[in-house]
């Protein structure tokens, strides 16, 4: 079938398959953090967990199967109570317990079905310090309930010792109403394509986008994180050499990400054809660090990147076919 010219959803061949399956990693005894330091490991977290070394993580990343039914490359997964779906997190967030650092910040995603079990669990473990919302600009619509458009990502550390830096994530907006004072700007600047101010970043996020087919981050996984989502919680909760972990890391936007960001990472995916489109995406992005939406140390709000590029402010190219 051929594809739309703009159509740029990564893809494998046969030949990237056999190549990239020989970096995959198996684990059958207990290891130690530098066997499985930036390795994509091919496994069931459930078999894996109480193999791996203690106190190694610092940066917890976790985006579970959400309480829904729905199908990933073949495994099933089916919506259940809160209970049991509360239960079901349970019985592997219990034992990772022993992996994180007494310094170590968490962030678990979910949405409206299942963030009250992944808010109970979360005051249950650790201090909760947020709930982090993301708007969904994209998504089917509804004839008999409101769209549903925005998930969530809880926010929570091991104690009250953690590193927090809002500095690198404030976001770039563009002022409506520019005030100033004796003439001059107040908390913005004036530049060739308009007015901007940086701002503190809050826990709604409206500046994310949702892969889609024109963006080279895009694969064929269906719930597939946007890198520039995943640069906002690693450069706000981790310096650089810390170690990343994700467990249910899927094509692997956590350790891209971490790659591009100076930290180390630990993927575990248990659909191999997942784990092979990360390995490729690290490979890419040894010749392309960037990251949408972040130029030049900030984050832009969505839409004004683009118009940046167009009048030539920065030097980092904009992928084609994109929108932030």
């Known amino acids: ?5 703009l159509n740029r959803t990564m893809m494998l061949s046969q030949e990237e398959r056999q190549l990239y399956r020989k970096e995959l990693l198996t ?4 290891v130690r953090v530098d066997e499985v330091m930036n390795r994509i490991i091919n496994q069931d977290v459930f078999d894996l967990v109480e193999l791996l070394p ?3 993580v610092d940066l917890l990343f976790i985006d579970p199967p959400y309480n829904l039914t729905k199908t990933f490359n073949g495994r099933k997964f089916s919506q259940m109570s809160i209970c049991c779906y509360e239960e079901w997190m349970n019985s592997w967030l219990e034992k990772m317990l022993r992996l994180l ?3 170590a910040s968490i962030y678990i995603c979910g949405d409206w079905r299942s963030s009250s079990a992944i808010h109970v ?3 249950k473990y650790f201090v909760v310090r947020n709930r982090i919302t993301f708007e969904r600009e994209k998504g089917r619509g509804a004839k008999r309930n409101w769209k549903n458009n925005s998930e969530d990502v809880w926010f929570c550390t091991m104690s009250d010792d953690f590193y927090f830096d809002a500095e690198p994530v404030k976001l770039k907006r563009k002022v409506l109403a520019p005030y100033k004072v004796n003439g001059t700007p107040k908390d913005w600047t004036e530049e060739r394509a308009g007015n901007f101010r940086l701002t503190h970043p809050s826990n709604i996020w409206t500046d ?3 892969p889609f087919w024109s963006m080279p981050e895009n694969t064929p996984h269906p719930t597939q994180k946007p890198e520039k989502l995943l640069a906002k919680i690693i450069l706000a909760s981790s ?8 467990p249910f890391a ?13 930290r180390n990472f630990v993927m575990i995916e248990i659909d191999q054809e997942y784990c092979l489109y990360a390995v490729k995406r690290l490979h890419l992005a040894d010749r392309d660090p960037n990251i949408q939406g972040y130029s030049d140390g900030v984050f832009w709000e969505r839409n004004t990147l683009s118009d940046q590029k167009s009048k030539g402010e920065t030097s980092m190219s904009l992928f084609s076919g994109e929108k932030e």
């Open 101 to 103: 650092k007494n310094t």
């Open 54 to 56: 203690s106190k190694f």
């Open 208 to 210: 994310i986008t949702i």
């Open 121 to 123: 669990l979360c005051e």
């Open 1 to 5: 079938m051929t594809r739309a010219p």
């Open 27 to 30: 684990i059958n005894r207990s």
């Open 239 to 246: 310096k650089k050499g810390d170690t990343v972990f994700d």
């Open 250 to 262: 899927g094509v692997g936007t956590t350790p891209v990400v971490a790659k591009k960001l100076g």
